[in-house]
């Protein structure tokens, strides 16, 4: 799957039932209750450098992270009321002047169709609605039942006007006379326990920054980030901080306003990893725990936290929607490489700006890092300049992994990728990763001594399982590898003359993006 880093309506409900007409009418001039209207291209080293620009896999893709509504139409005031009516003689229904009798205005309304959603859609519809509207004979009217009507109406009209009164002294009224009752604790008095969201926020956002990034030129965008140890290094994606890698300008901002300068330790490209460290960073820090994300299961919820389109310390949630999801994405800037990773997938709300922000368990461990997201809309990079915005579908790094990036980061300034030493296309496919016949800059395909051609594998060949993994594209195979550390064994299924083959590789290991 690329992506970027950062109908039908509703039947109507039915009106009213029909008014029988020797029913008291309404008031003169009152509006009567209606309803709205109703095998390929070269690709790198699996493992090894991500393709270049162009690739399905690279801009235009996937989103990375880095509505108005339509106004209701406003109320129409009703008209004012009429001088009431003579009573009509004993026995027929009164009318209104200007206005049909109800058999003029075709009352009873016609049983409307049922939705297609509903059962029985195309038949008669049953029930009250279905059934053919009958009117009821007149009662015989007395005296005494006319006084009662008349009397109805002058209650109706005193209950008016003691309203208005009723009103205009309240208006008018000392407050300290209310009878108004207030809870027995305010919001900040309420305990949250364990496990609620509020809770989990409350603990989590004091160590979630926002990221500012500029560049010498001083374009630049908005991210997300949290605390990673005391010592004030930070996690956040490598596309957040792009922009200040070569002597631009790094800041991050916490919820309680203090904002620190920040420099790059290191950036994985590959991997969408970087860490930063705070300048004069607080003794105060508090780490984010970091869970385990190979023990999560479809359906856990989740938390996510960021600043959506500059909206800081943004909370959202949803569930995790799939694991082990392939997703290569870019940010879509001219030049820019793509990212690969076998993702948590989730329906959080994650947006422009949500980059590099942690996706919290229940409990509020740190289970991936919000990277990217599936937009219907195109547009740049998830760094805060595009249109795109969430529909459900948002991609988030393992924890175990960006934890494992992260460590070599910040001990040696830079990533480690695993590879077999084979070059596999990235065209898009079902049937698996193909190894091309020849490799980028006309390289060998498959590298000579590699752990591919150890284990005996030869250009055209179709890996179609990892392990246990089911392997359907090149993208797919790089992202699994890059989940494993170099000195892995892995189990590898490949087809080759229509035979299915398995053999086993070492993976070997790659230092930096270059």
């Known amino acids: 799957m690329s992506t970027e880093n950062e109908g039908t309506a509703v039947p109507p409900a039915p009106s009213a039932p029909p008014v029988p007409v020797d029913a008291p009418a309404s008031a003169p001039g009152a509006a009567p209750a209606g309803h709205a209207p109703t095998a390929g291209t070269p690709g790198p080293d699996a493992g090894g450098a991500p393709p270049p620009p162009g690739s399905p896999y ?40 200007g206005q049909p009798t109800a058999a003029e205005a075709g009352w009873p309304p016609p049983a409307p169709v049922a939705p297609a959603y509903a059962s029985g859609a195309g038949g008669g519809a049953t029930g009250v609605w279905g059934a053919a509207y009958q009117q009821p004979a007149p009662k015989p009217r007395s005296g005494r039942g006319g006084l009662i009507a008349g009397i109805l109406v002058a209650a109706l009209v005193a209950g008016g006007v003691g309203g208005g009164i009723g ?30 969201v509020a809770n989990v926020a409350a603990k989590a956002l004091p160590s979630t920054v926002t990221i500012e ?53 290191g950036h994985a490209q590959g991997y969408d990893v970087a860490v930063i460290k705070l300048k004069n960073a607080p003794d105060d820090l508090k780490p ?64 422009p700006g949500n ?4 996706l919290l368990d229940a409990e509020g461990a740190v289970i991936g890092i919000n990277s990217a997201i599936q ?7 998830m760094g805060g300049g595009g249109q795109a915005g969430s529909i459900g579908l ?66 055209g060949d179709v890996i179609t399982k990892l392990d246990d993994v089911v392997v359907d594209s090149g993208p797919t195979l790089i992202g699994e590898i890059w989940t494993h550390k170099p000195g892995d064994k892995v189990t590898i299924t ?7 083959h398995t053999t086993t590789v070492t993976l070997a290991s790659r230092y930096g993006d270059n």
């Open 58 to 97: 690279g801009p235009g893709g996937a989103h990375q992270e880095g509505a108005p509504t339509t106004p209701m139409p406003a109320t129409q005031p009703q008209a004012p009321g009429q001088a009431p009516m003579p009573a009509p003689p004993a026995g027929q229904p009164m009318a209104h002047p």
């Open 167 to 196: 009103y205009q002294l309240a208006r008018t009224s000392d407050s300290s006379g209310s009878t108004t009752v207030s809870a027995a604790t305010t919001g900040g008095d309420v305990k949250r326990d364990n496990g609620t």
């Open 213 to 265: 990034a500029e560049s010498t030129n001083g374009q630049g965008g908005t991210g997300t980030g949290f605390v990673f140890d005391k010592q004030g290094h930070i996690i956040t994606n490598n596309h957040v901080v792009a922009d200040a890698v070569d002597g631009g300008k790094l800041t991050a901002t916490f919820p309680n306003g203090k904002k620190y300068d920040a420099e790059i330790i």
């Open 288 to 351: 984010l725990a970091l869970g385990n994300s190979d023990e999560i299961s479809v359906g856990d919820s989740t938390i996510a936290i960021g600043a959506p389109f500059g909206l800081s310390n943004t909370v959202t949630t949803g569930i995790i929607s799939a694991k082990n999801r392939p997703v290569a994405s870019s940010d879509g800037a001219s030049g820019s490489k793509s990212s690969y990773m076998s993702a948590l997938q989730t329906d959080a709300s994650i947006n």
């Open 355 to 358: 980059s590099g922000g942690p």
């Open 375 to 381: 937009s219907a809309a195109s547009g740049s990079g």
């Open 394 to 459: 948002g991609f988030a790094i393992p924890i175990n992994q960006a934890k494992y990036v992260a460590q070599q980061l910040i001990s040696t300034g830079k990533p480690v990728y695993a590879k077999i030493g084979a070059s596999v296309s990235l065209d898009e496919s079902t049937n698996g990763a193909k190894i091309t016949d020849q490799g980028a800059s006309g390289s060998a395909a498959v590298e000579a001594g590699g752990p591919a051609a150890k284990a005996g594998l030869k250009p």
């Open 494 to 500: 490949y087809q080759r003359g229509g035979s299915t």
